[in-house]
Structures are given as C-alpha cells and as structure tokens.
C-alpha cells in the first residue's frame, strides 16, 4: 500500500510562472489536505478537499492559489503568477475520517 | 475554534537520558490528539494518537503520550533517549466532528551525544 505520493519533490520556477503541485493519496483515502511549511512557522492548513468537492479553503490565499481533486486523478495545488513569498515546503496528507493523516513527502517550491 | 500550542521551540537532552516534549490543546468536546515527527527534508510521520481509553497511549520507535483531560496536555515522553531521535516534532489535535486537524508550532528535539 503506497503512502502519500507528491510531486515533483523540487520545483523551481521563475517570478510570474506557474507552480503545479500534485498529490495522490494513499489508496482509500477520501480526504485530502494541503499544508505550507516555513521555517520558523510551522505548518500552516490551506485547503480540505474531498472528490471532486473544495470542503474548506479558509488557510488559502484569496488570489492566485486553487485546489482541487477530481474524481480521476491526483489533487493538484496551483499557484499562478508565483512570487518569492510562495517559497516554502508544501504538503499534502491524506485521511480517512477522524483518523490520523498521512503525509507525503512534500514539495519544496523555490521561486526565483 | 481549536487550537494547539508547544511551548519549546526547542528541546534538549542528553542520550540516555528521559525526555519530555509538551503539548496543550484547546478543543471543544473530545479531542482527537495526535504526535508527528519531522525529519530534515521529509514529510510527517505518524508517531501515535489518543481518541479514547487509556490515557497513556504507545506509540512508534519508544515513544509514548499522556492524555491528561483535566490540565488539557498531551505531553510526549521517551524513557531514554537516542541521538536518532534528533527532529521536529509536532502535536495535532481533532476536534471531534471537525475534519481539519490543527497542528503546533513544532519543538526542535536535540538529542546530544
């Protein structure tokens, strides 16, 4: 049973371009999280979703970011028109519910 | 709201000896209460969770936690530690009900030789 799959697991993109970040939970998970990391902040909640269903976005910022999980396929964080501050590690988990998550590995964005 | 604090930002120990990483939470009801550890350049991985019975719950690679309901903790404990312990750790906490869990801040462990 494969855990949580991220990738890529390094991105580099310049300021303006756009960042995809992808995510396939582990098998018969329905949820799925994404979370951003920066030293010194730990981890900080964006966006709940279920199958084809954005459940909660509260942690997302209101420009440029979107999520979202079809019913094929991995869920997908995109960051249009990246800046420097959306350099950070970001990691998606997976859950069943009220159980405890698991998290991949993370993707670690640098903008440059 | 739920909320989850780790009042160390860091933590250090000496091989050998026991240690105590501390957690408080904040959440309505029962709470879910989870522990995580964090290796340099990887993702989270699950140590142990409390969601009901014993208050003193075991987890992964020696660890185990306390619930204590009354002073709202969850402190996580190792009788002697390893320099392999060396990592972030970090508390979550599940608001029964809730499908979101919030984590703390982290506690840097420093596990010396």
Known sequence: NAGVMQNPRHLVRRRGQEA???????????????????PEEGLKFMVYLQKENIIDESGMPKERFSAEFPKEGPSILRIQQVVRGDSAAYFCASSQLETEAFFGQGTRLTVV | AQSVAQPEDQVNVAEGNPLTVKCTYSVSGNPYLFWYVQYPNRGLQFLLKYITGDNLVKGSYGFEAEFNKSQTSFHLKKPSALVSDSALYFCAALQGGSYIPTFGRGTSLIVHP
């Open chain 1, 20 to 38: 995809r970040l992808r995510c396939s939970p582990m098998k018969g998970h329905s949820h799925v999280y994404w979370y951003r990391q920066l």
